[in-house]
């Protein structure tokens, strides 16, 4: 393992260490969470079925940007079925804000007072006693508007005025935060520069589209005074108890149930406009309330796009074709609101200079305020674009310098002996053996025989292209990129820790309770594994449940790929527990000092003394029946189980002048893509002939489900290069709220023979040397698909600096390429 | 999304949904695998304050030669024509053009007949007819009677049947031997509907193309045949001059309208390449 003396990186923390023999921890076993899913036995949030339900609409804004000047609800009140109409003005009697993580905050409510800012928002909310009256009471509420001028373009944005301005009261301006960051000497190293390649590159808005909406049940008991709500979202044991603030009750009168999640990619991290439209009816109409989102609410006003950003950037190489330098000015559009500020910066800023050596970065970004639905998370929150422009700047490089795309990759790859490693930023990247992945994806794919096939096509006229990306996967997310970025730091919070809690029952058989819901990752069998890992019994006894804020600790859940190496760390530490506990009794029991035990398969033994065990299950009985067989000491108090909370397993505070970001997104994955592509030149398809990713995710847990997150990344991030784009025209009117228009890509459109190939290069500060990998193949697929379309056009002279390359956008590039 | 309030009948026989039609006139709507109106319900795009249901209607589904014709049940599902040999055998145009129309899910519900009528200026299965010169067998009240497929397609989501007639029968002609035909089709996603769409058929006479039919899907709002292209061929050999000609006289001929996900030139380039690629198939096929 790697020890350092450098006095920036606290000590490693990792007790479980890579490299053992281990049983279960890196076999491809089958998802545990699959039998009930895959037979339609989950209990998704619709499936949440109280007595006397009502159901709940809302009435979405047909405008981008008005004021609200009257609502008349009689008539929509009057309709028989109808429990309860309310609107802005009426929740405002009762409930505040949506919770908001920028600072200053954006106020947001979930049902908008005076001024609507996006089409979709909220302006009613109705609850009846089903979905179809509810939105027959839609249909009935009159409301009145005088609209306002609206912004839709980011450059624009920024110099809106009077009217035009979304926050009048965060100022005068729909700049929601403009920052500049440097780190190292830029000016010197660009003025030292041999080459500066510059380049505008456009990253589309798009979205997660989870197969399920967001959704929430909600119970108001009045004799308690408490809310129930049952709700998709994750982080409810983290940040769950400001819904409860919105909601006007104390935090311990908020109970939050989380239900399996359909899906989230991000889009379900921190639900709140959803339970508290929920909760607010259930409280006025004293009934359960149940109020999921349809597509179209989803797709308008789920406070979940993803980024959507203007770049120009510039590289500076040096005479040796070292990049040198890297500047960005960056546009960021955020629409209405700014819920968690720039922190999708933060996550780029963690990874900024790709897996290369660069020595000094600046970044300077405007975020600005436009009438869309706001942005949230979606996989990769932020860093997923960097990426792209990074690898696009790479390539841009290449082509002006005809340098090979390979060779010069290899040249300014960070080397595996200089981990760990600091980036200008101050992140560290803690591990990792870039050459091998590349040269693992070079070999998958037979780069050499594509190459001969690419010649040999062109000579009939046909367009294949190879692309490639070297892509960093940042994962274990710090909560100081919450605040880090702001200009005043705000609500600086400096953990994001994530608990667990396991119970041995008097059988041997243990129950493991999560902080945080089921997302669509494999929560479940990870939890699993790592148990039955680290205290030798069998999967088949193991059972795990999802905590209730009520019965919970704290957890972060799913996010920034934590959530295993996370879910490890606790575990390693309540298993700890819990082994002390069983070695005391199996000690007294056996007579043996408590040094002398081992686990092995299930049993505590002595060691060197093959046959002389106790199962666990015996140890269990006896700590929870037979307490006076023990001694009178504490440690032999009934009971066999331990709560854990495990913080940041690598993390340090950012400097005063943010000159220095400290480490906070440390542990490094990395990525090499490879797609081969053929271009249909007279009508702008793209058609995949080959596609090959290998990841490094440090030591694998489950190839087969990291195999899941990197084939399904893929798929997403093929979606982001090629067809997803949400479309407002100027009038702030979204033109594809639905699937038929928003163009999802289908097992037919993603590559049907993706090879997927590992390297594992442990991480020094996790337990097993363990990297997140949830965002997989997102992170590397729109920078590898725009190189692989380049390289095949590279006759015809096509540049794609923007996504999605629709056929119709790609055929125009050729067009103009052609007539020029 | 949810249909606002309507009234629900279950036809048991064509004569009792033509019963119920003429009872509610414009008031009704026809339910045949519903992948298009209960979507439109839903958004409430479409709210029929009866829906006569004529899913059970099975003796409306069926794959027949009939003489020169191809007689297909309106109520036969999208699935049950792709997969079905008859089809393949006689009028490989309809197999080849379904093996893009919708989604495997929808193709197991929706209907030809319910397609047809619904008339999407985007639908594959409109053209198809117009290419196949099919007969639309349409009953109501006052009888049965028969329109051609030019005539049937009034404008988009409009045809010639009335407001209590059914479409019953679509009567495809039977591709001749030897005959040379193509469909091809441009889409984002395999099954969603066309951005452009081109077909075509002939007959190969002494070297030279007869009774050409050639047309188009997105390519204007009406648009199905495009006479100026079909002229262009009739009586020519298929060449690079002929091809040449047959796709500038078709993009002279075509108005295509910009959507959220392609521009006019757009179009006009897929009509141009669509064109040599469906007459280079054809004369390949043809002998």
Request: charged share 20%; glycine share 10%.
């Amino acid at each position: 393992m790697t020890t350092t003396m450098d006095p920036r990186i606290p000590p490693s923390r990792q007790r479980e260490k890579p490299g053992q023999d281990l049983k279960w921890i890196g076999k491809g076993i089958r998802r545990v969470e699959d039998p009930r899913l895959l037979t339609g036995r989950g209990k998704y949030v619709d499936d949440v079925v109280l007595p006397n339900s009502l159901h709940a609409a809302a009435l979405g804004s047909p405008h981008a940007h008005a004021r609200i000047k009257s609502i008349d609800v009689s008539k929509a009140r009057a309709l028989p079925g109808v429990a309860a109409v309310l609107t802005g003005e009426d929740v405002a009697k009762s409930t505040g804000p949506l919770p908001c993580f920028s600072n200053p905050p954006t106020e947001q409510r979930c049902v908008a007072i005076d001024r609507v800012r996006h089409v979709g928002e909220p302006v009613a909310i109705v609850a009846a006693e089903s979905r179809y009256v509810a939105e027959d009471a839609l249909a009935l509420i009159e409301v009145e508007y005088e609209e306002l001028p609206v912004v839709m373009d980011a450059a624009e944005a920024v110099h809106a005025t009077g009217d035009a301005v979304i926050h009048p009261e965060r100022g005068e301006t729909n700049v929601a935060i403009h920052r500049v960051f440097e780190f190292g000497d830029v000016d010197d190293d660009f003025a030292a520069a041999d080459a500066v390649i510059k380049r505008k590159l456009r990253w589309p808005r798009s979205g997660a589209q989870p197969m399920e909406t967001c959704g929430a049940t909600a119970v108001f008991d009045e004799g308690e005074g408490k809310f129930t709500i049952h709700v998709n979202s994750s982080m409810y044991n983290y940040v769950g108890w400001l819904i409860a603030v919105t909601l006007g009750v104390p935090v311990h009168k908020l109970n939050l149930v989380p239900t399996l999640a359909g899906g989230s990619f991000g889009s379900k991290l921190f639900i709140h406009k959803v339970p508290v439209i929920a909760a607010v009816l259930a409280r006025e109409c004293g009934r359960p309330v149940k109020y999921l989102e349809d597509r179209i609410d989803n797709m308008t006003a789920c406070d979940h796009h993803g980024s959507d950003r203007i770049y120009d950037c510039e590289l500076a190489l040096d005479a040796d074709r070292r990049m040198t330098s890297m500047k960005c000015t960056v546009i960021d559009d955020y629409g209405a609101y700014f819920q968690f500020g720039i922190g999708h910066h933060g996550n780029a800023l963690s990874q900024i200079t790709g897996p290369y050596q660069i020595g000094s970065v600046k970044v300077d970004i405007t975020a600005v305020f436009t009438n869309k639905c706001q942005q949230g998370a979606y996989r990769g929150f932020g860093s997923e674009v960097s990426n792209y422009v990074m690898e696009r700047m790479v390539d841009a490089a290449c082509a002006e310098l005809d340098l090979d795309p390979v060779a010069f990759r290899k040249t300014n790859f960070i080397q595996p002996d200089q981990f760990p490693y600091f980036i200008p930023t101050g992140n560290l990247y803690d591990s990792g053996n870039y050459p091998a992945v590349l040269d693992k994806a070079l070999d998958l794919l037979d780069y050499d025989g594509w190459r001969q096939k690419q010649k040999d096509a062109l000579a009939e006229g046909r367009y294949i292209g190879i692309g490639l990306a070297t892509c960093q996967e940042r994962s274990v997310f710090s909560s100081t990129e919450f605040w880090s970025l702001n200009d005043e730091a705000g609500f600086a919070l400096t953990s994001s820790p994530e608990g667990v809690s396991i119970k041995i029952d008097p059988t041997g058989n243990a129950v493991v309770s999560l902080q945080a819901p089921f997302w669509g990752n494999s929560p479940e069998t990870m939890a699993t594994m790592v148990l039955a890992e680290k205290l030798t019994i069998d999967p088949a006894n193991i059972s795990i449940t999802y905590a209730d804020t009520d019965h919970g600790v704290s957890g972060t859940g799913p996010g920034g790929s934590r959530y295993t190496v996370m879910l490890a760390g606790a575990i390693v530490g309540a298993v700890d527990t819990i082994k002390d506990k069983l070695f005391k009794i199996a000690g007294h029991l056996m007579e043996a000092d408590t040094a002398d035990l081992e686990l092995r398969d299930g049993a505590v033994g002595l060691k060197g003394v093959p046959g002389k065990e106790m199962t666990i299950a015996d140890l269990a009985m006896q700590a929870h029946f037979f307490r006076l067989s023990f001694p009178d000491e504490p440690g032999f108090d009934t009971g066999l189980d331990a709560t854990t909370t495990y913080d940041h397993p690598l993390t340090t505070m950012p400097s005063e002048d943010r000159k220095d970001l400290g480490i906070y997104y440390p542990i490094m994955g990395h990525m090499c893509h490879m797609p081969v592509v053929e271009v249909d030149i007279k009508t702008g398809q793209v058609k995949f002939l080959d596609y090959v990713a290998v990841h490094d995710c440090g030591t694998m847990v489950n190839p087969k489900t990291l195999a899941g997150h990197i084939r399904g990344g893929t798929a997403q991030g093929i979606g982001t290069a090629l067809y997803e784009e949400y479309k407002y025209d100027a009038n702030g009117q979204l033109q594809n709220a639905s699937f038929m228009d928003y163009l999802v890509p289908t097992a037919h459109e993603i590559p049907a023979n993706m090879r997927i190939g590992h390297v594992e290069t442990p991480s020094p500060f996790t337990e097993y040397g363990i990297k997140g990998g949830g965002e997989g193949g997102r992170m590397g697929a729109p920078p590898a698909l725009a190189a692989a379309i380049e390289d095949a056009l590279k006759p015809l002279g096509v540049k794609a600096d923007f996504l999605p390359l629709t056929p119709a956008k790609l055929r125009g590039l050729i067009r103009e390429a052609e007539a020029s | 999304m949810k249909p606002s309030a309507f009234e629900y009948v279950r036809a048991t026989s064509v004569d009792d949904a033509i019963s119920a039609l003429s009872q509610h006139g414009d008031e009704a709507r026809l339910l045949a695998g519903g992948q298009s109106l209960i979507a439109m319900m839903n958004t409430r795009l479409a709210e029929p304050k009866v829906l006569v249901d004529i899913g059970r209607l099975s003796d409306l589904s069926y794959i027949r030669v009939d003489g020169d014709a191809l007689s297909i049940g309106a109520l036969t599902t999208h699935n049950t024509v792709l997969q079905s040999a008859e089809v393949a055998a006689h009028c490989p145009l309809v197999s080849a053009a379904y093996a893009n129309v919708a989604h495997h899910t929808v193709r197991n519900r929706g209907t030809l007949g319910g397609n047809l009528c619904h008339n999407d200026p985007a639908s594959e299965m409109p053209l198809v007819a117009s290419l196949l010169d099919a007969e639309l067998v349409l009953r109501g009240s006052g009888g049965e009677r028969r329109v051609a497929a030019e005539d049937f397609f009034v404008d988009t989501f409009h045809t010639a049947a009335h407001a209590d007639e059914i479409l019953t029968e679509i009567r495809f002609a039977r591709q001749g031997a030897g005959e040379g035909w193509a469909f091809e089709v441009v889409s984002q996603l395999k099954g969603d509907y066309a951005i452009v769409a081109a077909g075509c058929r002939f007959a190969m006479v002494d070297g030279v193309c007869r009774g050409v039919r050639l047309g188009f899907v997105g390519a204007g709002p009406a648009i199905k045949r495009v006479a100026a292209a079909e002229t262009a061929l009739e009586g020519q050999p298929v060449n690079g001059a002929t091809i040449a000609a047959v796709a500038e006289a078709a993009v002279g001929a075509v108005d295509p309208h910009a959507d959220m996900h392609a521009d006019v030139q757009y179009k006009l380039d897929l009509v141009q390449a669509l064109s040599e690629r469906v007459l280079k198939q054809a004369a390949s096929r043809a002998v």
